[in-house]
């Protein structure tokens, strides 16, 4: 049986240093990978990173099996019968996972791997490429809870045991070790993970526990009392990595939220600071993306606010206020269709908070003649958030 290791890609801003090697001759890329050391440039993504390429790779496949899996939800049945998309999304699935001569490892062991004499070995930053473990989850719950024909025990089965061994790994390896307790954005998209992988396998309690262990925990360090997030403003990319944080804030407040309707949701969730996911995002919107050079990501903003809206309302108009300052034509995004609120309005008028919908518990009502459409927001409203924001 042959099974493919993920992720031997580089370890993204490590570059090499050569100065000391004593070479006589310019040195072949081989030499230079493994003889000199390599050092940490912060937001430097070195181009070899992509030689191989799996980390976009499997951000392709969690996009497909979301998408197909929503798509199956549109055909006879409300999804429960067979199409190409549930067709598709099924065997995507056991081209990455289950097949024998194309699965996946259930382990990360050469994820962003530092090159050098030293390395050859996979780093706990690379825990973070499999983030989009959020998305499939969400696809392969809406095939299961839709009882779609082409989502079969069998194939149910095989999923649960392949993320069953790699949920071992990532308790017990270094790498998913350091990963768990990384107090930025790391640790927060450790729990994003993990917490998807325990919906997968029918823990849903456990699902719950991990991410109000994160609300309990990590997040009260994570935010200042004015919102910043200290451990990613210092980084040479603060907009990106401030955003790309509090994207995986959001997830983590969904899964909660889907996982354990009666908790008090991560949505809620206060610093002692008195800080929420709101407070860190208003922040955000007082910084600007060109003050550290990053115009050209200012867009990753969007999805957030999106999401916050579809939780906490906008009854004054800020957000809506904020979307026109930037000619962004929101309204034409599919992430501002699953913040209902402002699906509804048009972005138009003032978007009041409104608690029902934004758990997805008027849904039906929402797209009145869409049922199709309203079970897999039912079934799970929480992950569907753009967290392809890069490393």
């Known amino acids: 049986m042959k099974h493919m290791s993920y992720g031997a890609e580089h370890r993204t801003s490590m570059w090499p240093n050569c100065t000391a090697v004593g070479n006589k001759t310019a040195l072949t890329d081989e030499q230079v990978w493994k003889t000199c050391p390599y050092v940490n440039r912060d937001g430097q993504v070195n181009p070899d990173r992509v030689l191989p390429n799996d980390f976009q790779s499997f951000f392709n496949l969690s996009d497909a099996v979301l998408y197909n899996s929503i798509a199956a939800t549109f055909q006879q049945g409300n999804g429960a019968a067979s199409s190409i998309y549930s067709q598709n999304a099924a065997e995507f699935l056991k081209t990455w996972f289950l097949n024998e001569t194309t699965a996946m490892n259930p382990n990360l062991n050469y994820a962003q791997m530092n090159r050098g004499p030293s390395g050859q070995q996979g780093a706990y930053t690379g825990v973070l490429d499999l983030r989009g473990f959020a998305k499939i989850a969400s696809g392969i719950l ?57 919906l997968i396998v029918n823990d849903v309690a456990g699902a719950a526990s991990s991410a109000k262990g994160y609300f309990d925990g990590l997040f009260q360090g994570q935010l200042k009392s004015n919102g910043d997030q200290p451990k990613e403003a210092t980084r040479t990319h603060p907009w990106h990595y401030r955003n790309f944080n509090i994207a995986a804030m959001i997830t983590n407040a969904r899964i909660l939220r889907y996982a354990d309707k009666t908790s008090q949701s991560g949505w809620n969730a206060t610093t002692q600071g ?21 115009a050209d990501t200012a867009a990753e903003v969007y999805p957030n606010i999106a999401a916050v809206v579809a939780a906490y309302g906008d009854p004054a108009g800020r957000y809506v206020g904020y979307l026109k300052a930037t000619g962004f034509a929101y309204v034409d995004e599919p992430t501002f269709l699953w913040a209902h609120t402002f699906a509804l309005t048009g972005g138009d008028s003032s978007i009041p908070a409104q608690p029902a919908m934004r758990h997805g518990a008027s849904a039906a009502v929402s797209w009145k003649a869409n049922t199709a459409l309203s079970v897999w927001v039912l079934a799970f409203p929480g992950l569907l958030i753009g967290l392809g924001l890069g490393i």
């Open 142 to 198: 809406i095939l299961r809870k839709s009882k779609n024909v082409d989502w079969t025990a069998d194939l149910d089965s095989q999923m649960i045991g392949w993320c069953n061994k790699y949920m071992d790994w990532l308790k017990t390896s270094p790498s998913g070790k350091q990963a768990a307790k990384s107090e930025n954005n790391h640790g927060t998209i450790f729990v994003n993970q993990f917490a998807a992988l325990q």
């Open 274 to 294: 008195a800080v929420t996911i709101q407070t860190t995002l208003d922040f955000l919107l007082t910084t600007s993306p060109a003050a550290s050079g990053e």
